[in-house]
């Protein structure tokens, strides 16, 4: 398993377009969410892929640590983040040294990309540092506006089906806010806040034909409104003890 999700990352990787159009407007503005709950001194970033959100996390005062599964990006990350430490590992693999907590651990699109969600917010619910230490966690949202309007004009079986970007990106699963719910429950972590942002009409394509960077900021926030049917759902979770 460990050598075809190595390879599984690495095609991934090569062609990745989580830095593209729309999407790095998402990925910044998922930052701006995760920033509100920042806390103490350092952080891991879990699968930074191509350092969109590494490049504002850069710019608070935590001490970082990237763990990402890609060579490919993991030799970019370490030239453009020289004061970051670098792991190259899948999640299922990783240790921290013996005793190490992370008062903050960012899980920015990931948990629709691994085959058992459950078990790695288990593992970063170890972690995590007990009480005080904040877990972020934001996903696609199988409820938004688009995939519903996909159903609708037949584009899509269901709103949990994968569309030919959730291909590309490597998704296996959508989440909805009650599946992203209950695989934190599952893990034992206590959730403080679930929330959305980016209300998302339509698809990313016809967004970036048309739209204007106004327009999107708009949307991006507009979502936070309305979350059960925004484009993105998070959490902000914790291990209390």
Same mark, same amino acid.
């Given at each position: 398993?460990?050598?075809?999700e190595?390879n599984?990352l690495?095609?991934?990787? =090569?062609?990745?377009?989580?830095?593209?159009?729309?999407? +790095?407007?998402?990925?910044? /503005?998922?930052?701006?969410i !995760?920033q509100? /709950?920042?806390?103490?001194?350092?952080?891991? +970033?879990?699968?930074p892929?191509?350092g $969109?959100? %590494? +490049?504002?996390?850069?710019k608070?005062?935590k001490? #970082?640590?990237?763990?990402?599964?890609?060579?490919?990006?993991?030799?970019?990350?370490?030239?453009?983040f020289?004061n970051?430490e670098?792991?190259?590992a899948?999640?299922?693999?990783f240790?921290?040294?013996?005793?190490? %907590? /992370?008062?903050?651990?960012?899980l &920015?699109?990931?948990?629709?990309h @691994?085959?058992?969600p @459950?078990?790695? #917010?288990?593992?970063?619910?170890?972690?995590?540092?007990?009480?005080?230490?904040?877990?972020?966690?934001?996903?696609?949202n !199988?409820?938004?506006l688009?995939? =519903?309007?996909?159903?609708l004009? &037949?584009?899509?079986?269901?709103?949990?089906e994968?569309?030919e970007?959730?291909h590309?990106?490597?998704?296996?699963? @959508?989440f909805?806010?009650e599946?992203?719910?209950?695989?934190?429950?599952?893990a034992g972590?206590?959730i403080?806040?679930?929330?959305g942002?980016?209300?998302?009409? @339509?698809?990313?394509?016809q967004?970036? %034909?048309?739209? %204007?960077? +106004?327009?999107? =900021? !708009?949307?991006m926030?507009?979502?936070e409104? /309305?979350?059960?049917i925004?484009?993105?759902?998070y $959490?902000?979770?914790?291990?209390? =003890?």
């Open positions: 398993m460990t050598l075809n190595k599984h690495e095609n991934i990787a =090569q062609n990745s377009l989580y830095g593209a159009g729309a999407n +790095e407007k998402t990925v910044k /503005y998922s930052f701006n !995760a509100r /709950y920042l806390t103490g001194t350092t952080l891991l +970033e879990m699968g892929a191509e $969109i959100m %590494t +490049e504002l996390l850069a608070t005062d001490k #970082l640590t990237l763990l990402e599964g890609s060579a490919h990006f993991c030799k970019d990350l370490k030239s453009r020289p970051a670098v792991v190259h899948l999640f299922e693999e240790l921290p040294a013996d005793g190490i %907590t /992370y008062d903050n651990i960012i &920015g699109h990931v948990l629709e @691994v085959e058992d @459950v078990s790695i #917010l288990r593992n970063t619910k170890d972690w995590l540092t007990p009480n005080t230490g904040m877990l972020f966690a934001a996903v696609p !199988a409820r938004s688009h995939r =519903q309007a996909a159903v004009m &037949g584009l899509l079986g269901s709103e949990h994968l569309n970007m959730d590309h990106h490597g998704h296996r699963r @959508v909805d806010p599946s992203f719910r209950k695989a934190f429950n599952d972590m206590t403080d806040i679930f929330g942002y980016w209300m998302k009409p @339509v698809s990313n394509k967004i970036e %034909t048309t739209w %204007t960077d +106004e327009m999107l =900021q !708009a949307f926030a507009l979502g409104r /309305y979350p059960d925004s484009g993105e759902i $959490i902000v979770a914790r291990n209390k =003890q």
